[in-house]
């Protein structure tokens, strides 16, 4: 039996994954699987910060079995294989722990269930992570199974979404919790546990931002989250969380998911991009790289089918001097996305496919005493100030760029939850 969930939280508190092992503790059944926290359209603007949705499998477990997490003193295990269990009142119970958790309070929160003895069909998922989703016509798929939406129950699309994801790549996040009371307060990740962490720890990814010194696996609002840890090897991270130093924590659990995958982006030409669409364009850099108010920092490049802006947000720090060193004529190949129409591509990583050779005018030294010359003019030769000597030709010379081809990306500070490491692009 499949359960899928969104949509709990609101700014202020909570987090839809903290759901998770509260429903797996509460419930006593087996888990089959690892629990999923599914990432979906990043540019939806009605999302509260990552648009995350979360589902999990249950049954009677049976063949191999792992420990994925503690929650309140009891190990969580997953096993490989599950039997289908019939608990009619299964809704009704996961319905009871929302409520005792959800932000239902919140205007923009829209909690959605779905229990679902079928997976759901694959293309919701990619829809739901590429695009702009209805809920009308995630109903249709939901026909068989029982749910319940509050408040309009926008919370469905990503409660089916994260059912119907089939992983084409996956990683993992082993997510520890604080106890209820502590959810509002200041929370403490020692910094140099979480260093050493990094760099022992070589399977996991985006711990710590070493030139802006900050603690990525700590969220900065308050939530359930007191830290998650992502990596590719889910025993890894049973490792990296004893090493790191921190408040006391209720327990944890790894989730597999979506993150670090770059599902949703797709290659488009120019002229195809739409609102929130997450693209992967090539094109020629069209225009100098300009610096507009609050630092961002803009070029547009065009393709054979039209041009488009490119932005590297001030939040993305370094990342924008690598950007300012783009000159007309490069071609690059840009990854992210795009909020409203006609649109920007908020850059998350790009490549740069070749350079541009450029030149400038050299300053000929004189030929006669050896002094460096000065210009006569616009146009018109050199002359040298001690002697007199006057040269006509005017030679260019080739100006050592200040950028390689290759791959750049946002730092970790700036890092989108889906977006792949250009690490991984290189193992
Ligand atoms: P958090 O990351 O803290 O869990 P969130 O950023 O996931 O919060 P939600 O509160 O879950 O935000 O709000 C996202 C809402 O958008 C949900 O109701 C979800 O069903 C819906 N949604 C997600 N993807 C799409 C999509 N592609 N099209 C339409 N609606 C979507």
């Not at 006391?248 to 120019?270: A, C, M, S, W």
């Not at 610096?291 to 961002?296: A, F, K, N, R, Y």
Request: charged letters at 30%.
């Amino acid at each position: 039996m499949w359960i899928g969930i969104d949509d709990t939280d609101s700014s202020e508190g909570m987090c839809t994954t903290f759901l998770v092992p509260e429903i797996i503790y509460s419930l006593g059944h087996d888990l089959i699987g690892f629990p999923r926290l599914v990432r979906l359209n990043p540019n939806i603007p009605w999302k509260t910060r990552g648009n995350a949705a979360v589902a999990i499998r249950i049954g009677k477990g049976y063949g191999k079995s792992r420990k994925v997490g503690e929650f309140r003193g009891k190990e969580i295990i997953s096993y490989e294989k599950g039997k289908e269990i019939d608990d009619v009142g299964l809704l009704e119970k996961v319905m009871n722990i929302v409520e005792r958790y959800a932000v239902l309070e919140d205007k923009k929160t829209s909690p959605g269930i779905i229990i679902s003895k079928k997976k759901l069909d694959e293309s919701i998922y990619w829809r739901a992570v590429r695009s702009v989703v209805y809920l009308k016509d995630i109903k249709i798929h939901i026909k068989d199974a029982r749910y319940f939406g509050y408040k309009g129950g926008r919370g469905l699309i990503g409660a089916a979404a994260a059912i119907a994801w089939k992983p084409r790549e996956k990683t993992y996040e082993l997510i520890a919790y604080l106890p209820e009371d502590r959810w509002l307060h200041e929370r403490f990740v020692d910094e140099d546990s979480v260093i050493e962490m990094d760099k022992n720890v070589k399977t996991t990814f985006e711990n710590y931002d070493y030139r802006n010194r900050h603690v990525a696996i700590k969220p900065e609002t308050r939530t359930p989250v007191l830290f998650g840890i992502r990596g590719k090897v889910p025993e890894d991270l049973e490792r990296a969380r004893l090493m790191v130093r921190s408040d006391p924590y209720i327990g944890y659990i790894i989730f597999e998911t979506n993150q670090g995958t770059d599902d949703h982006l797709v290659r488009k030409k120019i002229s195809e991009i739409s609102p929130y669409d997450s693209v992967i364009v090539s094109g020629r850099v069209d225009s100098y790289p300009r610096v507009i108010s609050g630092g961002h920092v803009i070029f547009r490049i065009s393709d054979d089918s039209g041009s488009i802006d490119c932005a590297a947000y001030e939040k993305t720090r370094e990342f924008r001097e690598i950007v300012k060193s783009l000159v007309p004529g490069d071609m690059v190949t840009v990854f992210g996305s795009v909020k409203k129409y006609p649109g920007t591509i908020n850059i998350e990583k790009m490549r740069v496919d070749s350079l541009a050779d450029i030149y400038e005018k050299e300053i000929p030294r004189c030929p006669s005493c050896g002094r460096k010359m000065e210009s006569a003019g616009n146009g018109k030769g050199y002359r040298c100030r001690r002697c007199g000597t006057f040269v006509k030709e005017i030679k260019y010379v080739k100006v050592e760029r200040e950028i390689e081809k290759g791959f750049y990306q946002v730092p970790v500070i700036a890092r989108r939850h889906l977006s792949k490491p250009i690490e991984f692009f290189q193992e």
